[in-house]
T-cell receptor, first 113, second 114 residues
């Protein structure tokens, strides 16, 4: 079965620094890899999607990389702000099934002033 | 912009009771997904529908059933509730298979089974 591991359950960084979150997966090669933000008691909110043939994708202060050889994705938030504090979920889409996403447990990011 | 609407937002039931959750997708979205998220857990895929037909099935218990109606809203029916069914249930929608790939999630329905 698909296994997704996200680095340490919690990550604490100082405002202004770059947060780097890791997502490692096994068993299957995803067609897409997505990152979502989830605030407590709220639904996940889509942030970025990267395809298997893409190495890097950027959106404002966010950057995601995808290394299919290492089976790893890195998610970066530059110039982090306290408002970035949330849980970030990595999700894999194998591409063969209609939209089913396999989620990791998430990394809880706290940005302190 | 319109988002995915879920109701009720909170639901408290006793063991062995029945519960129904409703999901109204974003207008013109024809695909609906149901996920279950236990405390501190990752969202687990339950079931999905495309154009009112079941398109995929995940770890949905036999006690649960779901359907998508002609107006594309969906309902998740849960019977013989167990304590372990207590969780956040999310509905997500998308505009058909493999559009951009992203899912739009609702705010969830929190089910508590006592």
């Amino acid at each position: 079965s698909q296994k997704i591991e996200q680095n340490s359950e919690a990550l604490n960084i100082q405002e202004g620094k770059t947060a780097t979150l890791t997502c490692n997966y096994t068993n299957y090669s995803p067609a897409y890899l997505q990152w979502y933000r989830q605030d407590p008691g709220r639904g996940p909110v889509f942030l970025l999607l990267i395809r298997e043939n893409e190495k890097e994708k950027r959106k404002e202060r966010l950057k995601v990389t995808f290394d299919t050889t290492l089976k790893q994705s890195l998610f970066h938030i530059t110039a982090s702000q306290p408002a970035d504090s949330a849980t970030y979920l990595c999700a894999l889409d194998r591409g063969s099934t209609l939209g089913r996403l396999y989620f990791g447990r998430g990394t809880q990011l706290t940005v302190w002033p | 912009a319109a988002g995915v609407i879920q109701s009720p937002r909170h639901l408290i039931k006793e063991k062995r009771e029945t519960a129904t959750l409703k999901c109204y997708p974003i207008p013109r979205h024809d695909t609906v997904y149901w996920y279950q998220q236990g405390p501190g857990q990752d969202p687990q895929f339950l079931i999905s529908f495309y154009e009112k037909m079941q398109s995929d099935k995940g770890s949905i218990p036999d006690r649960f059933s779901a359907q998508q109606f002609s107006d594309y809203h969906s309902e998740l029916n849960m019977s013989s509730l167990e304590l372990g069914d207590s969780a956040l249930y999310f509905c997500a929608s998308s505009s058909g298979p493999k559009n951009t790939g992203e899912l739009f999630f609702g705010e969830g329905s929190r089910l508590t089974v006592l």
